[in-house]
């Protein structure tokens, strides 16, 4: 068992099992074979390909960015890192919408697999005080900047608020590209389609430039940028730039836009 500070579930944090508690043998083998099978079952479906593996650290504290195209992101990408030796619910942990914890048996399952909900569009202190203590125990946090799934599948704004995280805690920061995910179940599709996706891990970087300074709103948005740009060089190039004019993009920063667009 791990010496680093515990964190405790609710009201402390937001996490519906606390890490303690999912650290025994019994849950290491749960999730041993349900990465097993859930790999078995990728390979079987898809032609799917990973690469940069050597970039992943073996321990935290960790910030893992993603780009958001997909359910099907977080059960690919959980299934590599847990083979490369992290353990949900212990010292991995991953932010999903409220809405999802609102559903029947979900919440079980995503409790075990060290998810916990955000309530978006809104300053949620209880979300803030978990990635905080996840930090604290020197974790794996997966968090997708974007704030919502890309409706096309190019690389929305970045928040800002992550950077300022990532700044205050001087937290390393993993980028991850996902490629392909966007036609295996996009928004508004109820089964799977079987595409080609590539996971590609990028090297860990920090922002210490901005360590120290004020981090004023425009020092923010340039962080978010910069965060954006190490996420944008794992992608294809047309993945790369803002969705189309009249697409809809959810959870941007208003002042980013204005500066990515004339």
């Known amino acids: 068992m791990s010496d680093a500070l515990p964190l405790r579930s609710e009201p402390k944090t937001g996490l519906l099992v606390a890490p303690d508690a999912l650290d025994t043998p019994g849950h290491r083998r ?5 990465a097993k099978f859930a790999d078995w079952l990728i390979h079987a479906f898809f032609d799917w390909r990973i690469s940069g593996t050597e970039h992943v650290p073996k321990t935290g504290p960790l910030l893992v960015t993603i780009n958001h195209l997909s359910v099907m992101d977080v059960p690919t990408l959980g299934t590599v890192l847990i083979k490369l030796g992290w353990q949900p619910g212990v010292n991995m942990f991953t932010i999903s919408k409220q809405e999802l914890f609102e559903k029947p048996i979900l919440p079980f399952l995503m409790g075990q697999l060290g998810m916990f909900p955000v309530y978006r569009n809104q300053v949620d202190l209880n979300a803030m005080r978990t990635i905080l203590a996840i930090f604290k125990r020197g974790a794996l946090l997966g ?13 929305q704004l970045f928040q800002p608020g992550v950077a300022k995280i990532a700044i205050q805690k001087k937290i390393p920061i993993l980028p991850v590209g996902l490629v392909g995910m966007e036609k295996v179940l996009p928004i508004g599709a109820k089964l799977p389609r079987r595409v080609p996706i590539e996971i590609r891990f990028g090297r860990v970087y920090e922002l210490s430039e901005y360590y120290g300074k004020e981090l004023t709103p425009e020092a923010l948005e340039q962080a978010a940028w910069e965060m954006r740009a190490r996420v944008a060089e794992l992608l294809p190039e047309w993945m790369r730039e803002l969705p189309p004019e009249g697409a809809e993009t ?11 667009r004339p």
């Open 250 to 260: 959810r959870f941007g920063s208003v002042l980013s836009a204005s500066h990515a």
């Open 30 to 34: 749960f999730i041993r074979y349900g």
């Open 143 to 155: 968090i997708a900047p974007e704030g919502a799934r890309s409706p096309t599948g190019h690389l």
